[in-house]
């Protein structure tokens, strides 16, 4: 069994691996190769822990596997990471365990690989004002995929703690050339032509009033039954895009737009992210019309950027055994 | 991240420690310090591979977790092992990983103590012929387990494979001195004082008719949707009792007996085996009555087993820490 820890990801995973390894996930996932099983989710420590665990089948690679994914807002104070993931490979074929995979930062690169695959089939090719909603932890990975796509020259950010403005700021300036301004989400949402809500929100942070003619929108946010970032009106008014119909509809930002009637489980079945990626499906968004990206984040993320790490860490050791010989 | 291999297990985890932990373990469950996550199942390797997923907390220790399990039954033919089990070990405050744990080996000492416990609350304390039906790789752990807790000194087993005829035999006579016989079914339910049925069934292989007064049975194989190993009016004539109520009508044995009336999900919640290992409850068995236990596997075994395996390597470590200074 390999195990690859969270400071080999940081070190030896570039970014465009698992981009490469999650948009093969995805389109596995429309041709009918992958799976997806039910999310389980659970608490831990007193009801202050959430618990979370994404299982499924890449049939790109294949791989069967599990994520355990944990939220334990109670780390902050006791200095730690309050998101902690870790992801079990299986041989598809036999049941045999592969690799353990830290996937604490590896978490961050699957989750904005789907936010970069939606932009680059989404959002304007010429959109250079990049809107971040939420400056947590998760908000940096997002602002570099999207830069990663799109000639991002200006993000502005809506966040009010100062520990975190000063933490992305230093992580943006250390990565990318842009303007960077904090800004309130009304403003954020207005200047923005593309917008990233990166939040643990239970109610619209996003109005449909602030949002210009053109804009994408990644809702990253709701993976959980209550959680909800956008206005319904502007839901309704966007072409609206899933990751995973079934799993949007329990947990993501479209359990509340189906509650209101504003999209079906059927009409979901045709807006993925997977069509999108195959040429099946394109944007019937009009030049003032706005879309929606809504990432409820899926196993198969987990597990192809688990075993793109896996593959990374053998090319690594591969090349230490070569300089060695 | 502790890794505790199978090869560990097996040289130094005693059955009595794992017995002790599941034992906490289902009194942690009843009194509501334990939680049993809903199961997950898939399927791999061109449908052939059955996966499953059981996740928990054991509030006894506590700690958080999740077991992937794998059956492929195209392993015999590799060579390879069919039942594959990797767990998982989750702190319970932080959400960080504690260990990895191969439980293959484990798998078998955790399913067969709850057995044992069963036994120690349902069987007669002179129970010494024990019935065995199915001798694939659990039936040597379920024989062993009996007899830690009963005076078994005859054994009546049920197969039909040779090779495996073979291996249950050279196992038994490495561990136990019995007398050892194979017979069929229906003898083996006739002589037995405690049966135990420990196969992939879907449809009965114990008839009510065959079954003497005063029998225990454990049913250890139901553990999925279609699964069956006793006749209805086995189930209807015994005092019956429950790993876990909602997963025992769910994927048990149960499944069948709630259908058919002869169960109610109120009524299996006062039939738990943490009610009996805490004093809550006991059988109402007459003389000439039948016990039932019906097992389908819970994640709290999975997690109780693997936390007793981390503490057995660690008191190993010690101990050549001690040898070494």
Same mark, same amino acid.
């Given at each position: 069994v390999i195990f690859v820890s969270d400071d080999?990801?940081?070190? *030896?995973? #570039?970014?465009a691996q698992v981009l490469a390894a999650i948009e093969r996930a995805f389109i596995a996932l429309d041709d009918g190769r992958s799976t997806v099983f039910d999310v389980v989710r659970g608490t831990g420590g007193g009801g202050e822990h959430?618990?979370?665990?994404?299982? %499924?089948?890449? %049939?790109s690679i294949p791989v069967l596997g599990v994520k355990a994914g944990s939220y334990a807002p109670g780390n902050y104070a006791r200095g730690l990471p309050s998101h902690t993931s870790t992801t079990l490979l299986i041989d598809d074929v036999t049941g045999h365990p592969i690799a353990v995979v830290e996937a604490n930062h590896l978490n961050g690169l699957r989750t904005s690989a789907a936010n970069a695959l939606a932009v680059r089939c989404l959002a304007r090719e010429d959109a250079s004002t990049l809107g971040i909603i939420g400056i947590g932890g998760q908000a940096v990975f997002e602002a570099l995929a999207v830069a990663h796509v799109r000639p991002i020259r200006r993000i502005l950010a809506a966040g009010s703690s100062p520990?975190?403005?000063?933490a992305f700021e230093e992580q943006i300036r250390q990565h990318l050339s842009v303007d960077l301004e904090f800004a309130d989400a009304e403003t954020c949402s207005r200047e923005a032509d593309i917008l990233v809500t990166v939040t643990p929100a239970r109610a619209p942070v996003v109005l449909n009033a602030w949002v210009k003619p053109g804009t994408h929108i990644s809702a990253m946010g709701?993976?959980?039954? %209550?959680?909800?970032?956008?206005?319904?009106?502007?839901?309704?008014?966007?072409?609206?895009?899933?990751? *995973? #119909?079934?799993q949007s509809i329990r947990i993501g930002e479209m359990q509340h737009a189906l509650r209101a009637g504003v999209v079906t489980l059927e009409g979901l079945r045709e807006r993925t992210l997977g069509r999108l990626l195959r040429g099946k499906a394109a944007t019937t968004r009009t030049a003032d019309g706005v879309t929606v990206f809504d990432s409820s984040g899926l196993a198969i993320q987990d597990l192809a950027a688990a075993h793109a790490a896996v593959e990374c860490m053998r090319a690594v050791s591969s090349d230490a055994r070569s300089a060695s010989a």
């Open positions: 080999d990801v940081r070190r *030896h995973v #570039p970014f959430f618990f979370g665990i994404k299982s %499924g089948r890449d %049939g520990a975190r403005r000063k709701a993976d959980n039954v %209550g959680k909800q970032e956008l206005e319904i009106d502007l839901v309704r008014r966007a072409d609206c895009w899933v990751d *995973h #119909p079934e």
